[in-house]
């Protein structure tokens, strides 16, 4: 530990901003591409059930 | 072998074996990030012409690497579907796209975050960030045609035929943009300068790459086992994968 | 192989000649283009002396995609193109002389125009000679690549704007060769740099390009 404390580190040596900017942008893409991964999958598994139970009735 | 190879890369063998991989790569992509993160922000020290601010390093330049990688990649698998005919390679490519255009992306945001600071603008036409936009535009290319088109066949091979174009402009883009970047202006700003860089930072650097690595296979795999249940949705395998899940 | 060129080519010469309308509509295009960025910008001779090159070879690529579209479509529509995939003779042949008539009808007349859209912008008598010189050149290399995004999206919804989408950044080497001759030239360097890279390019491309197209033709008409 180099800081010394929390709030140099939040600090990031008066550049908190771009530093902290740049690392938030990045969690928000990530968590934004597994969450569109997720619907995906979730609504592709609902139709294709749907469909499945569909022919099985027909 | 060859026999093997084969049945690997069937949907239906490659489903069930993919399922059970995501989780180990998804692990380790964890861990991985931890101890990167862990050496990015505790072991490497201050710069010392940069200040704190070299530390967006630890995500830009790996993220800018995962970005032309998976791009080699993806025009790889494009091209062995289009030569082997197999389904398993261009689903494959067709995966990995969204992945390369965010990494894509993020290098691009971080790196206007650090020219912010260096540059004093958040934008600079510098080549590396001009080839790196330039790169986005191919990756969203690639994934509106492969989306227009209906056919499945026909998309996979047509997207083959762009990645690999891509792939070859690639580099002479990258250098006709350098040298009318060096014609217009002076070299500009390194971000990283290899001789005077700490091992530590390279270290947290490689760590963080690997970790983006894991990710990006763990998801290209997850994204692609959706695409089989799409593509195969009247065939057996898919029905007992669904009836078992229901 | 030679003669087989030279039969496409004036077959769709002829075609293009019946359908001069089109022709035309490209060209005014580009006038209209080239024309609409002094308005924009202000009537500032230095500026627009600077601006200049840039300006007529973003025109040029804008111009040369509204024709891309029509490279194939109409041998698409009415079966033609699905004869000369089975025919005997070589597809890439027959494609690059296909991709030399429309330069001859969407390329060389943008290159020709260009000298006297120049004037508009006040360059000098010789940087208008070196902007003819580089569009010369650098407009078949637009045809060749753009042949490429026009065989991938023949009859693809949504067409004509997937097409620029995929194709306006491959043109993107030849817009800095092509643009910055112009500019060296003004900025008193010899552009023959500039000139010589936009010749390979267009040798490059030349050479890869019709087999490329005719490998995405077979691939959208299977």
């Given at each position: 530990?180099?800081?010394?404390?929390?709030?140099?580190?939040?600090?990031?040596?008066?550049?908190?901003?771009?530093?902290?900017?740049?690392?938030?942008?990045?969690?928000?893409?990530?968590v934004?591409?597994?969450?569109?991964?997720?619907?995906?999958?979730?609504?592709?598994?609902?139709?294709?059930?749907?469909?499945?139970?569909?022919?099985?009735?027909? | 072998?060859?026999?093997?190879?084969?049945?690997?890369?069937?949907?239906?063998?490659?489903?069930?074996?993919?399922?059970?991989?995501i989780?180990?790569?998804?692990?380790?992509?964890?861990?991985?990030?931890?101890?990167?993160?862990?050496?990015?922000?505790?072991?490497?020290?201050?710069?010392?012409?940069?200040g704190?601010?070299y530390?967006?390093?630890?995500?830009?330049?790996?993220?800018?690497?995962?970005?032309?990688?998976?791009?080699?990649?993806?025009?790889?698998?494009?091209?062995?579907?289009?030569?082997l005919?197999?389904?398993?390679?261009?689903?494959?490519?067709?995966?990995?796209?969204?992945?390369?255009?965010?990494?894509?992306?993020?290098?691009?945001?971080?790196?206007?975050?650090?020219?912010?600071?260096?540059?004093?603008?958040?934008?600079?036409?510098?080549?590396?960030?001009?080839?790196?936009?330039?790169?986005?535009?191919?990756?969203?290319?690639?994934?509106?045609?492969?989306?227009?088109?209906?056919?499945?066949?026909?998309?996979?091979?047509?997207?083959?035929?762009?990645?690999?174009?891509?792939?070859?402009?690639?580099?002479?883009?990258?250098?006709?943009?350098?040298?009318?970047?060096?014609?217009?202006?002076?070299?500009?700003?390194?971000l990283?300068?290899?001789?005077?860089?700490?091992?530590?930072?390279?270290?947290?650097?490689?760590v963080?790459?690997?970790?983006?690595?894991?990710?990006?296979?763990?998801?290209?795999?997850?994204?692609?086992?959706?695409?089989?249940?799409?593509?195969?949705?009247?065939?057996?395998?898919v029905?007992?994968?669904?009836?078992?899940?229901? | 192989?030679?003669?087989?060129?030279?039969?496409?080519?004036?077959?769709?010469?002829?075609?293009?000649?019946?359908?001069?309308?089109?022709?035309?509509?490209?060209?005014?295009?580009?006038?209209?283009?080239?024309?609409?960025?002094?308005?924009?910008?202000?009537?500032?001779?230095?500026?627009?002396?600077?601006?200049?090159?840039?300006?007529?070879?973003?025109?040029?690529?804008?111009?040369?995609?509204?024709?891309?579209?029509?490279?194939?479509?109409?041998?698409?529509?009415?079966?033609?193109?699905?004869?000369?995939?089975?025919?005997?003779?070589?597809?890439a042949?027959?494609?690059?002389?296909?991709?030399?008539?429309?330069?001859?009808v969407?390329?060389?007349?943008?290159?020709?125009?260009?000298?006297l859209?120049?004037?508009?912008?006040?360059?000098?008598?010789?940087?208008?000679?070196?902007?003819?010189?580089?569009?010369?050149?650098?407009?078949?290399?637009?045809?060749?690549?753009?042949?490429?995004?026009?065989?991938?999206?023949?009859?693809?919804?949504?067409?004509?704007?997937l097409?620029?989408?995929?194709?306006?950044?491959?043109?993107?080497?030849?817009?800095?060769?092509?643009?910055?001759?112009?500019?060296?030239?003004?900025?008193?360097?010899?552009?023959?740099?500039?000139?010589?890279?936009?010749?390979?390019?267009?040798?490059?491309?030349?050479?890869?390009?019709?087999?490329?197209?005719?490998?995405?033709?077979?691939?959208?008409?299977?």
């Amino acid at each position: 530990m180099n800081w010394g404390s929390w709030s140099n580190f939040f600090a990031m040596g008066g550049r908190g901003f771009y530093v902290w900017g740049a690392y938030l942008i990045t969690l928000i893409c990530i968590v934004a591409e597994l969450g569109l991964l997720a619907r995906h999958k979730r609504t592709l598994r609902q139709r294709l059930t749907q469909m499945l139970r569909l022919n099985k009735q027909s | 072998m060859a026999i093997n190879l084969f049945k690997f890369s069937s949907p239906a063998t490659f489903y069930p074996v993919a399922g059970k991989l995501i989780p180990v790569f998804y692990g380790l992509a964890a861990i991985l990030t931890v101890i990167g993160l862990y050496l990015s922000f505790f072991v490497a020290p201050t710069d010392a012409t940069q200040g704190e601010v070299y530390r967006i390093i630890f995500i830009h330049v790996p993220a800018a690497w995962m970005s032309m990688f998976i791009y080699l990649v993806m025009a790889g698998w494009a091209g062995l579907g289009l030569i082997l005919n197999t389904r398993l390679s261009s689903m494959m490519a067709q995966a990995l796209a969204p992945t390369g255009a965010m990494f894509t992306f993020v290098a691009l945001v971080t790196g206007a975050f650090w020219g912010k600071l260096a540059w004093g603008t958040w934008w600079d036409w510098d080549a590396r960030m001009t080839s790196e936009l330039i790169l986005l535009f191919l990756y969203i290319g690639y994934m509106s045609l492969t989306a227009a088109i209906d056919d499945v066949r026909r998309a996979d091979k047509a997207g083959a035929i762009l990645a690999l174009v891509g792939a070859v402009n690639v580099p002479i883009i990258y250098f006709s943009v350098k040298w009318w970047n060096t014609l217009h202006q002076g070299a500009s700003v390194s971000l990283i300068r290899a001789p005077s860089m700490a091992k530590t930072m390279l270290l947290g650097m490689l760590v963080m790459a690997l970790a983006a690595w894991m990710y990006s296979i763990a998801v290209a795999l997850s994204r692609a086992r959706l695409i089989m249940l799409e593509r195969e949705k009247n065939s057996a395998w898919v029905q007992d994968v669904l009836e078992k899940k229901s | 192989m030679g003669k087989l060129l030279l039969t496409v080519i004036r077959r769709d010469l002829l075609l293009a000649y019946r359908r001069r309308a089109d022709v035309l509509t490209t060209l005014f295009f580009f006038v209209i283009v080239v024309s609409l960025f002094p308005l924009g910008v202000g009537p500032e001779m230095k500026t627009l002396r600077l601006i200049a090159p840039g300006v007529v070879w973003v025109a040029a690529l804008l111009a040369s995609m509204l024709s891309l579209q029509r490279l194939f479509a109409a041998d698409y529509q009415d079966g033609t193109l699905e004869q000369m995939l089975l025919a005997p003779q070589p597809l890439a042949v027959i494609v690059l002389g296909k991709i030399i008539a429309h330069w001859m009808v969407s390329g060389l007349p943008l290159a020709l125009m260009a000298p006297l859209l120049g004037l508009q912008f006040d360059l000098p008598p010789e940087a208008l000679l070196v902007l003819f010189a580089a569009l010369l050149l650098g407009t078949p290399v637009l045809s060749l690549i753009g042949a490429i995004g026009a065989a991938l999206t023949l009859g693809v919804r949504g067409g004509g704007v997937l097409l620029s989408l995929l194709v306006l950044p491959l043109y993107i080497p030849a817009l800095i060769f092509g643009a910055g001759a112009v500019e060296a030239y003004i900025a008193g360097v010899s552009p023959e740099g500039h000139l010589s890279l936009l010749a390979a390019l267009l040798i490059f491309s030349g050479l890869a390009t019709p087999w490329v197209t005719a490998l995405a033709l077979r691939i959208a008409m299977e």
